[in-house]
Nanobody
Framework: QVQLVESGGGSVQAGGSLRLSCAAAGYTPSTMAWFRQAPGKEREGVAHIYVGNGDTDYADSVKGRFTISRDTAKNTLYLQMNSLKPEDTAMYYC?????????????????WGQGTQVTVSS
């Protein structure tokens, strides 16, 4: 049984930082990613990591502010979020997939966590 459990969300003021974690169990993915979804908006990919070589990619809106990383020994995915802005407010989800999964297309990921809320106030 595949389980992805996110934690680390919360409320911060603009300019603050949060670190999200996603503990994975029951599956060894080829790719992992963070997505977010604000009310009334489509789910969007935020960051992507290829587990094998550690290559990463980021949405333009978070580039330079967010860092995705993975602890292989703990099978845990992280998203370090710095210089947070009110427009970063959303439910954040981690996802795990195979070699053809990509954060530009959320439907390519078969496994999802339950989400953790991030709220940034101005």
């Amino acid at each position: 049984q595949v389980q992805l459990v996110e934690s680390g969300g919360g409320s911060v003021q603009a300019g603050g930082s949060l670190r999200l974690s996603c503990a994975a169990a029951g599956y060894t993915p080829s790719t992992m990613a963070w997505f977010r979804q604000a009310p009334g908006k489509e789910r969007e990919g935020v960051a992507h990591i290829y587990v094998g070589n550690g290559d990463t990619d980021y949405a333009d809106s978070v580039k330079g502010r967010f860092t995705i990383s993975r602890d292989t020994a703990k099978n845990t995915l992280y998203l370090q979020m710095n210089s947070l802005k009110p427009e970063d407010t959303a439910m954040y989800y981690c996802a795990a997939g195979g070699p053809f999964s990509h954060y530009s297309a959320y439907r390519t990921f078969p496994y999802w966590g339950q989400g953790t809320q991030v709220t940034v106030s101005s």
